[in-house]
């Protein structure tokens, strides 16, 4: 960490960058770092340079996962050990000892990152950025006076923030948001959680590994909307397998604190809990920055406008990670982030990836790539379903997983791979056997002629590759996929 003393005596060194990135996320670093390889002038704005990372560091992605991490190793003993040598496991395990761990890896990271900065001579200064013209930014630091900086390019990198309705009154302990959930001192009894995205789902998983009584609620009728349905359907059945209820088409009408309780009515009925966990959405941070005052476009939820290269409105202000919207993925904003800067300096262009993968870290993973089977037949694309169950596959009943399945959305015609979607342990490492494929224009037949290890759970490509192709050639003589 970086002390206070040094902390209060950041200050740009010069006045002028070749790039200056505002937000020091995973978009804004990789931003910076890229940039600087092409030996050009670098200066990062983080408003809290003693946490240099923002919430991918400090307060969502890694910290969740680390939590999770552990909680899913001690759940996947119970099929070798039994449910109650996990509840005692459960039971005698300290939070505090979990935290700690979660604290120790984000400390970890951006430690590396530091390294990062300080190896490709990338200044890091503290303060609020706003834009005075289009080439000009006043930093206002916590303590001194303010001072101007003018960049050649800039990276609006500024990440996102909850959703915190006017009507639900937070307080930090008994209703919380996701900057505020791992702040709890203590792992509370009972929890609803309103919001079955991909945070609610997360956190549904860990509260309900850790053996607390667990309400996911949303308003619609499934989890993860945007998710293949017949593989969200396997994560149901996984969640409420480790004790999580789920409600779904229920409305938050009131929120009333009583005592060390609060009470939830929703639409069918009202409930006490110890911790509301409100999971409904995030902002993007993209106000008071004097962007309407220089012409970059952004909507009504704050999210910025950007074309195919990340440029707003403006060409040489570049906007990259949660403030330009969904998929709003660590991943995601790395990449695009390093694309703002090959893009704003180096002559050799590229395109942005047309397929990437989506991760959701529940209890198993889901992990996919490409469109869902709800969005193929909307589109009236002819297509075969491929499946592959971890119950039939030698390393999936090793384990003794019952819901996991990979599942490939493959063309008649073509036999190309059009969509993969995983449920189950290692899913979204999984992905990325099939992302390979699809960004080579892969094929179903290229999975059925490959051997994998035995036993893996890798091997579900090739039984789903089977099952698919099975279905376009009934009688077992499957032929090579027409050329293109």
């Known amino acids: ?109 951006e430690s590396l990152v530091r390294r990062y900065t300080k190896k ?37 990198a500024t990440g996102s923030r909850p959703r915190r309705p006017d009507n639900i009154p937070f307080d930090g302990w008994r209703v919380v948001d996701s900057d505020e959930i791992l702040k709890l001192e203590s792992v509370p009894r009972h929890m609803i959680i309103y919001g079955a995205g991909v945070i609610g789902c997360e956190y549904a998983c860990i509260f309900g590994a850790l053996g607390v009584d667990t309400i996911l609620v949303d308003s619609r009728d499934r989890l993860l909307a945007m998710s293949d349905a017949e593989v969200v359907k396997s994560l149901e059945n996984a969640m409420t397998d480790i004790g999580i209820k789920i409600k779904f088409k229920q409305d938050l009408k009131t929120i009333t604190p009583k005592g060390p309780r609060v009470s939830v009515q929703l639409t069918d009925e009202t409930i006490e809990t110890d911790v509301l966990f409100f999971a409904a959405g995030r902002i993007s941070n993209s106000e008071n920055m004097g962007l309407e005052k220089i012409g970059v476009k952004v909507n009504d939820r704050g999210v910025i406008s950007v074309n195919d290269a990340f440029q707003t409105s403006i060409p040489h202000i570049y906007a990259a990670g949660d403030v330009i919207g969904p998929p709003a993925l660590a991943a995601t904003s790395a990449q695009q982030g390093r694309f703002c800067a090959l893009h704003a300096f180096a002559t050799i262009k590229s395109e942005f990836p047309k397929h990437f993968p989506i ?28 499946r592959a169950g971890y119950s039939e596959i030698a390393r999936g009943y090793i384990k003794g997983d019952s819901h996991g399945m990979l599942k490939l959305l493959v063309e008649r015609k073509t036999h190309k791979i059009l969509g ?63 050329q293109t």
């Open 1 to 109: 960490m970086v002390p206070d003393a040094v902390i209060n005596q950041l200050k740009a060194q010069k006045t002028e960058y070749d790039l200056i990135v505002i937000g020091s996320g995973p978009a804004g670093i990789q931003a910076a770092v890229q940039a600087a390889k092409l030996k050009k002038s670098v200066c990062i704005i983080e408003k809290m340079p003693d946490q240099l990372g923002g919430a991918w560091i400090h307060t969502g992605t890694l910290p969740s996962k680390t939590i999770r991490e552990s909680l899913e190793a001690i759940h996947a003993i119970r099929h070798h050990v039994g449910h109650g040598w996990v509840e005692r496991i459960v039971e005698d395990l300290s939070t505090s000892k979990l935290y700690r761990r979660a604290q120790k890896v984000s400390n970890d990271e």
């Open 359 to 386: 991760g959701v870290y529940t209890i198993p993973e889901l992990s996919s790539v490409g469109p869902t089977e709800e969005q193929l037949k909307e589109s009236g694309m002819d297509f075969v379903v491929g």
């Open 420 to 482: 993969i979607h995983i449920v189950g342990e290692g899913a979204a490492n999984l992905v990325h056997i099939g992302l390979a494929f699809m960004l080579k224009d892969g094929v179903a037949n290229d999975l059925i002629n490959m051997i994998f290890n035995y036993p893996t759970l890798a091997e579900a490509y090739r039984i789903a590759a089977f099952n698919a192709l099975n279905k376009i050639y009934p009688d077992g003589r499957i032929l090579p996929a027409p």
């Open 120 to 156: 490709n001579n990338i200044e890091i200064c503290g303060g609020l950025a706003a834009f005075i013209d289009q080439n000009t930014l006043r930093i206002t630091p916590a303590q001194g006076p303010a001072y101007e900086l003018r960049g050649t390019n800039f990276v609006i």
